[in-house]
Antibody
Framework: QVQLVQSGAEVKKPGASVRLSCTGS????????IHWVRQAPGQGLEWMGI????????TFAQKFQGRVTMTRATSANSVSLELSSLIFEDTAVYYC???????????????WGQGTLVTVSS | QSALTQPRSVSGSPGQSVSISCTGT?????????VSWYQQHPGKAPKLMIF???KRPSGVPDRFSGSKSGNTASLTISGLQAEDEADYYC??????????FGGGTQLTVL
């Protein structure tokens, strides 16, 4: 079955960087765009960005411009998100999610990773 | 871009219908038929319930329906069941290859 598996929880100090991975299985990984979404404790969902595992430049929400990098490793059916210059407010669960339809970017996300908790603490 | 506006909470009794609104602007909800809805139970990842305003992924009961009028999208749940109690989020394409979520609505089944 379709599955996205994310890397484990991280604890980082303010100013540090964190790199999260998301590995897909059960489908042709390169055919479905990936979104990254985060959720701070007790808060709502926040869209971070989108990438095409087949290539092309990722797009990020304006608030993350300059701080976020999204890369792909299609040979390993995985993508990564790196967030730099961490602040306390970056403490959240980070999700990767697969777009529902092939070669479509905005038709909703039908498969989600289990989430990775990133804690920013001094 | 600003988050889409959703009511913080709605409630209904089993068997009733409830609707959750999602208000954006002409730059997002009003300009694109690319609104999706997610259900999230505590401690779980979100689940796609509606995409492209009104379409249901396979496996989602037809008790869930979506619509849009102007800058406001709506999710309607008919025949409310206890397991529908969850948080619901709308999401819309917002142009320039970006998206925006609503603030979320907590649904309580009385």
């Amino acid at each position: 079955q379709v599955q996205l598996v994310q890397s484990g929880a991280e604890v980082k100090k303010p100013g540090a960087s964190v790199r999260l991975s998301c590995t897909g299985s059960g489908y042709t990984f390169s055919n479905h765009y990936i979104h990254w979404v985060r959720q701070a404790p007790g808060q709502g969902l926040e869209w971070m960005g989108i990438m095409n595992p087949s290539g092309g430049r990722p797009t990020f929400a304006q608030k993350f411009q300059g701080r976020v990098t999204m890369t792909r490793a299609t040979s390993a059916n995985s993508v990564s998100l790196e967030l730099s210059s961490l602040i306390f407010e970056d403490t959240a669960v980070y999700y990767c999610a697969r777009v529902h339809l092939q070669d479509d970017d905005w038709s909703g996300c039908d498969a989600w990773g289990q989430g990775t908790l990133v804690t920013v603490s001094s | 871009q600003s988050a889409l506006t959703q009511p913080r909470s709605v409630s209904g009794s089993p068997g009733q219908s409830v609707s959750i609104s999602c208000t954006g602007t002409s730059n997002d909800v009003g300009n694109y038929n690319l609104v999706s809805w997610y259900q999230q139970h505590p401690g779980k990842a979100p689940k796609l319930m509606i995409f492209d305003v009104y379409k249901r992924p396979s496996g989602v009961p037809d008790r869930f329906s979506g619509s849009k009028s102007g800058n406001t999208a709506s999710l309607t749940i008919s025949g409310l069941q206890a397991e529908d109690e969850a948080d619901y989020y709308c999401c819309s394409y917002a142009g320039s290859y970006t998206a925006v979520f609503g603030g979320g609505t907590q649904l309580t089944v009385l």
